[in-house]
C-alpha cells in the first residue's frame, strides 16, 4: 500500500499525463483495491508517445482557425475520431422534449410533481424526499460520494436528473428505460423511500389540496402510488437545461468559449476520443460500457449491470452519464471517487485493465475493459483544455425552490 499516495497525488495533481499513467499502470492495482489475484495490465499500444505542447503563438494559430470553423454548421466541423462501427451523433443544442403518449404533458400534472418530488412525507420515513439527493442547488444531484437513503447506501454516485427527458436508460446499471419506471423503483425501494401503495394513497385522500390536484391532474382516475410516479416523471421532464456557455457558443456567440475551450472542444472530437461514448446532444451513448472500476473481489465490488441481467458479459458495466453540468455535480464516476482531473487523467492512461491471476484465472466474472479504452498520449496543456471545455458544459445556477407543501394538518389523518 506504500504506492497508493504516489498514486493518488499523480491523478489529483494532473502531472504529465505520461508520468500520471506510468504511475496508474504501476500501481493501478493496489490504489484501486485490486485483490492480490487481479493486477494491473498496461492496454495494448501502451508506448504511445506524449504529445509535444504547443508555444504560445502555436496555440493561438490553432485558435483562430478552429473557432472559425467551430462557428459554421456542424457538417463542416472536423470528421471526430471514433472507432469502427461507433453509431455516433454531433455534438448540439438540445432538442425539445417529447412527453411520451402514455404519459402526455399537462401544467396540473407537472404542477402536482413538482410538489411530489420536495415531499418528503411520501416515504415511509417521512424524512426522504426525491430532492434529498436531486437538489437543484447541487446541479439536481446530491454533492455526495454515494447517497445516503434510508436502510443504508447503494454504494453509488447519485446521477443528475437535468435533461433526463432526453435519456433512454435509467440508473447506473441501465435497469429502467422511463422515468416512470425510475420514479416508481425509487418510491417503492426499501433502500431508498420505501413507500407503499397504502401509504401514498393514504397521504393524498387525507389532504384535501392533495385530492383536489390529484383530481385536476387525472381526471376520473383513483389515487394510486403509479399516478405519483407519473406526476413525477411529468415534472422531471421539464427539469432541462441548454443555457450553458457551450450552448451559447452554438447559437453565434463567438465569445462564449475561451480559447482554452476551443482547443478543448477539438480534442474532445478528435484525439481524446471522447466521442466514442459521449456524443450527442447530451454527451452520452446512453449505453453501458466496462471501464475497470468495479473493485472487482473487493469488499466494495459493484458489477453493475450483471446484477440486472446476470449474463457474465455485463460484469462491471455501468452506463455512460451525460457530460452536461459535470463540473457541478462531482464526485464523478458511479463509485463517487473521482474529481474531474483524476477522471481526465485515468483515461488518458487507458484506464486499467485486469490480468487473471490465480482463483480468478477462469472466472467469467472478471470484467473485460471497453473496446474504446486506451493510451491517449495527451500533455499537459491539452487535460487543461480538455477541463476547460467541459467546464463551459456548466449550465448557471438554478432558480428553482422548493415550492409550499400542503400543511402538515391536511394529512395528519395519513401519519
Not at 402536482?112 to 439527493?133: H, M, N, Q, T, V
Not at 422515468?179 to 425509487?186: D, F, G, R, T, V
Request: aromatic share 6%; net charge neutral.
Amino acid at each position: 500500500m506504500g504506492d497508493r499516495p504516489s498514486f493518488l497525488s499523480a491523478i489529483r495533481s494532473g502531472l504529465s499525463a505520461r508520468a500520471a499513467a506510468v504511475v496508474c499502470l504501476a500501481v493501478g492495482a493496489c490504489a484501486l483495491g485490486m485483490p492480490p489475484a487481479i493486477s494491473a495490465d498496461p492496454p495494448a499500444g501502451d508506448r504511445t508517445a506524449v504529445r509535444p505542447e504547443r508555444t504560445d503563438a502555436d496555440r493561438a494559430a490553432a485558435v483562430e482557425g478552429l473557432r472559425s470553423r467551430y462557428l459554421g454548421e456542424p457538417a463542416t466541423w472536423p470528421a471526430p475520431r471514433v472507432d469502427e462501427g461507433v453509431a455516433w451523433r454531433e455534438l448540439g443544442l438540445l432538442p425539445p422534449v417529447v412527453h411520451p403518449q402514455a404519459n402526455p404533458f399537462g401544467d396540473a400534472k407537472a404542477r402536482l410533481g413538482k410538489l411530489w418530488f420536495f415531499d418528503p412525507r411520501l416515504s415511509a420515513s417521512g424524512e426522504i424526499a426525491c430532492a434529498s439527493c436531486h437538489d437543484p442547488a447541487h446541479g439536481w444531484a446530491d454533492g455526495r460520494p454515494v447517497s445516503q437513503p434510508s436502510g443504508g447506501t447503494p454504494g453509488r454516485n447519485t446521477p443528475s436528473i437535468r435533461n433526463v427527458a432526453h435519456r433512454s436508460a435509467l440508473f447506473w446499471d441501465g435497469r429502467a428505460a422511463t422515468l416512470e419506471q425510475q420514479a416508481e423503483e425509487a418510491l417503492r425501494n426499501p433502500r431508498e423511500m420505501a413507500a407503499s401503495d397504502d401509504h401514498v394513497v393514504g397521504l393524498i385522500t387525507a389532504s384535501p389540496r392533495y385530492r383536489e390536484l390529484y383530481a385536476a391532474a387525472f381526471p376520473d382516475r383513483p389515487a394510486s402510488l403509479a399516478g405519483v410516479a407519473e406526476a413525477i416523471a411529468c415534472y422531471e421532464r421539464t427539469v432541462v437545461g441548454g443555457h450553458s456557455r457551450f450552448d451559447d457558443f452554438l447559437r453565434g456567440d463567438a465569445t462564449a468559449l475561451s480559447d482554452a475551450a476551443i482547443l478543448g472542444l477539438d480534442l474532445f472530437r478528435r484525439e481524446a476520443r471522447c466521442m466514442n461514448c459521449h456524443h450527442g446532444p447530451t454527451f452520452s451513448d446512453d449505453r453501458l460500457h466496462v471501464l475497470g472500476l468495479s473493485f472487482f473481489g473487493k469488499s466494495n465490488e459493484d458489477l453493475g449491470r450483471y446484477r440486472v441481467s446476470g449474463d457474465p458479459a455485463d460484469s462491471g458495466r455501468f452506463l455512460t452519464p451525460s457530460l452536461r453540468d459535470v463540473t457541478r455535480t462531482a464526485p464523478l464516476m458511479h463509485s463517487g471517487r473521482f474529481q474531474l482531473s483524476g477522471v481526465l487523467n485515468m483515461y488518458n492512461a487507458g484506464m486499467v485493465r485486469l490480468r487473471r491471476r490465480g482463483p480468478w484465472r477462469d472466472d467469467p466474472l472478471v470484467p473485460v475493459p471497453s473496446r474504446h479504452l486506451g493510451p491517449l498520449g495527451l500533455n499537459r496543456q491539452d487535460l487543461a483544455d480538455l477541463a476547460a471545455f467541459l467546464a463551459a458544459l456548466e449550465e448557471p445556477p438554478d432558480g428553482e425552490r422548493p415550492p409550499q407543501l400542503p400543511v402538515a394538518a391536511d394529512i395528519r389523518a395519513a401519519r
